[in-house]
């Protein structure tokens, strides 16, 4: 945690003993037992600024650079830094300001390269790009070093958000092949026509596989600040072209658009086979895919495919399940059962958490969590928590546990895939089209004919 280090020499410390430790104020900062609790938003804007002889503890530097976006804009903290930091170095003496300038310069661009590379999302906005490019004319007057590595840091950032520009444009293009409906899709009698899962791949590990590819590219994508951006006020005064011109959640919004495919896609390939063994077939395949998913600590598909097989026109499939050995996918629902807070699933993550970090295979690193969860959390810790205190202080408290969350993510997205690519199966898994609501259910009738009144009226609806 944060050192209480007291930059001005003038603040004096006023300590009060409680019974579960020190707490003490700097000024406007106030810390227990060494951490930091509360402080106002300009003395923790302040304590970000480097100096000659200061610099912010690491864990402060990412846990304000995440939660700051909840009180201003990044663009208006970046300015704001950027002029403190000239500003402290200021004595009237040209000649002495240039030296303290360049002593301060590598300190700068150390805090500018920790922005720039755990939030580069941020520096979409064009002003954020000026003010970069601002600090980078004015470190080259100070520190030819320092201005080499501005334009080092500047030329990484350019290549993370062109990354970011090509996933997304390829994103949006999967999703539009796989929006094209065939005529194949609407009729069930024709679906002889449409290849189904085990025809392009019969190995639920292969396939288990291919989804983690899945699920950690499209993490490697989520910036940490999306999911603070998710609560941060709008400002309806802002115009449409600065921050807030992009959607700045798209990478978690198009990550949960991908789980959602994927428990669509479960119920398509359920409904769609004609003979009820072919349907119980995939079922079993299914069920061995979510224990492999389970195995490798993809809980995020694991679930996708229980909420698929759980959805009402493949739940109501009764003769065909009647075919399936039910035991182990009640033995994977009982892992994933939302009852005390989901106790059994955040029991399953801790262990893959554990082995995680000991692990000695790149396998083993995985951990990709239940994603919705994982929203879930954060905005219930945003809700439930006070941002600003009584005194007007913003509560660090809350920041700290924030951080900490999203930080434990941030670990879990960085871990490259080990296995293999198979190109065939990975196209399948993202285009081929998937039914509707409407569909599923008019395949599950097709499959099963209606058993009550409710049915018969709800499938002559759909017809």
Same mark, same amino acid.
């Given at each position: 945690?944060?050192?209480?280090?007291?930059?001005?020499?003038?603040?004096?410390?006023?300590?009060?003993?409680?019974?579960?430790?020190?707490?003490?104020?700097?000024?406007?900062?106030?810390?227990?037992? %060494?951490?930091?609790?509360?402080?106002? /938003? !300009?003395?923790?804007?302040?304590?970000?600024?480097?100096?000659?002889?200061?610099?912010?503890?690491? *864990?402060?530097?990412?846990?304000?650079?995440?939660? *700051?976006?909840?009180?201003?804009?990044?663009?208006?903290?970046?300015?704001?830094?950027?002029?403190?930091?000239?500003?402290?170095?200021?004595?009237?003496?040209?000649?002495?300001?240039?030296?303290?300038?360049?002593?301060?310069?590598?300190?700068?661009?150390? /805090?500018?390269?920790?922005?720039?590379?755990?939030?580069?999302?941020?520096?979409?906005?064009?002003?954020?790009?000026?003010?970069?490019?601002?600090?980078?004319?004015?470190?080259?007057?100070?520190? !030819?070093?320092?201005?080499?590595?501005?334009?080092?840091?500047?030329?990484?950032?350019?290549?993370?958000?062109?990354?970011?520009?090509?996933?997304?444009?390829?994103?949006?293009?999967? %999703?539009?092949?796989?929006?094209?409906?065939?005529?194949?899709?609407?009729?069930?009698?024709?679906?002889?026509?449409?290849?189904?899962?085990? *025809?392009?791949?019969?190995?639920?590990? $292969?396939?288990?596989?291919?989804?983690?590819? @899945? #699920?950690?590219?499209?993490?490697?994508?989520?910036?940490?600040? !999306?999911?603070?951006?998710?609560?941060?006020?709008?400002?309806?005064?802002?115009?449409?072209?600065?921050?807030?011109?992009?959607?700045?959640?798209?990478?978690?919004?198009?990550?949960?658009?991908?789980?959602?495919?994927?428990?669509?896609?479960?119920?398509?390939? $359920?409904?769609?086979?004609?003979?009820?063994?072919?349907?119980?077939?995939?079922?079993?395949?299914?069920?061995?895919?979510?224990?492999?998913?389970?195995? @490798?600590? %993809?809980?995020?598909? /694991?679930?996708?495919?229980?909420?698929?097989?759980?959805? *009402?026109?493949?739940?109501?499939?009764?003769?065909?399940?009647?075919?399936?050995?039910?035991?182990?996918? #009640?033995?994977?629902?009982?892992?994933?059962?939302?009852?005390?807070?989901?106790?059994?699933?955040?029991?399953?993550?801790?262990?893959?958490?554990?082995?995680?970090?000991?692990?000695?295979?790149?396998? !083993?690193?995985?951990?990709?969590?239940?994603?919705?969860? /994982?929203?879930?959390?954060?905005?219930?810790?945003?809700?439930?928590?006070?941002?600003?205190?009584? %005194?007007?202080? @913003?509560?660090?408290?809350?920041?700290?546990?924030?951080?900490?969350?999203?930080?434990?993510?941030?670990?879990?997205?960085?871990?490259?895939?080990?296995?293999?690519?198979?190109?065939?199966?990975?196209?399948?898994?993202?285009?081929?089209?998937?039914?509707?609501?409407?569909?599923?259910?008019?395949?599950?009738? #097709?499959?099963?004919?209606?058993?009550?009144?409710?049915?018969?009226?709800?499938?002559?609806?759909?017809?």
């Amino acid at each position: 945690m944060l050192e209480p280090s007291c930059r001005n020499n003038s603040i004096t410390a006023k300590g009060r003993i409680y019974p579960h430790g020190v707490t003490a104020s700097y000024g406007e900062m106030c810390y227990h037992d %060494n951490s930091l609790v509360s402080a106002s /938003l !300009e003395a923790l804007i302040q304590h970000l600024v480097p100096t000659v002889d200061y610099y912010p503890d690491r *864990s402060y530097v990412f846990t304000f650079l995440l939660s *700051s976006r909840l009180f201003l804009h990044p663009y208006e903290l970046m300015t704001r830094v950027c002029h403190l930091c000239v500003e402290q170095q200021r004595s009237g003496d040209a000649l002495l300001d240039k030296i303290r300038f360049r002593e301060v310069a590598p300190k700068l661009v150390q /805090l500018l390269t920790e922005w720039t590379e755990t939030f580069p999302y941020d520096f979409r906005d064009e002003r954020m790009m000026r003010c970069l490019k601002d600090m980078t004319h004015h470190v080259a007057r100070g520190d !030819e070093y320092s201005w080499r590595a501005m334009q080092q840091m500047t030329q990484r950032l350019i290549k993370r958000l062109s990354a970011l520009g090509q996933y997304e444009e390829a994103v949006a293009a999967l %999703n539009t092949v796989a929006m094209e409906r065939p005529a194949s899709l609407k009729s069930k009698q024709a679906s002889g026509q449409r290849s189904d899962v085990m *025809s392009v791949c019969e190995d639920a590990f $292969i396939l288990a596989q291919q989804l983690t590819h @899945i #699920e950690l590219d499209r993490l490697s994508f989520i910036g940490p600040e !999306e999911f603070i951006q998710t609560f941060a006020m709008k400002d309806p005064l802002e115009n449409h072209k600065g921050f807030f011109r992009k959607r700045k959640t798209s990478n978690l919004e198009a990550y949960i658009n991908w789980f959602n495919r994927l428990s669509y896609l479960v119920a398509t390939e $359920i409904c769609m086979p004609v003979k009820k063994k072919h349907r119980a077939r995939i079922i079993e395949f299914f069920i061995d895919v979510a224990q492999e998913c389970f195995n @490798i600590g %993809n809980f995020n598909s /694991l679930m996708a495919i229980i909420t698929g097989m759980n959805m *009402s026109p493949v739940s109501r499939l009764k003769k065909t399940w009647s075919k399936v050995n039910t035991d182990k996918f #009640e033995i994977l629902e009982h892992q994933m059962d939302p009852s005390s807070n989901f106790s059994n699933y955040r029991t399953a993550l801790r262990g893959a958490t554990q082995r995680s970090e000991t692990a000695h295979s790149s396998q !083993e690193k995985i951990v990709i969590p239940f994603f919705s969860l /994982l929203i879930k959390d954060i905005y219930f810790l945003n809700e439930g928590c006070a941002s600003r205190l009584p %005194n007007g202080h @913003i509560n660090f408290e809350k920041l700290w546990e924030l951080a900490k969350q999203v930080s434990e993510f941030l670990v879990w997205r960085q871990v490259i895939c080990p296995f293999d690519r198979d190109r065939r199966v990975l196209q399948y898994l993202v285009t081929t089209p998937v039914f509707s609501e409407d569909e599923l259910h008019l395949a599950s009738y #097709e499959s099963e004919g209606p058993e009550n009144n409710m049915e018969k009226d709800s499938r002559r609806s759909l017809r």
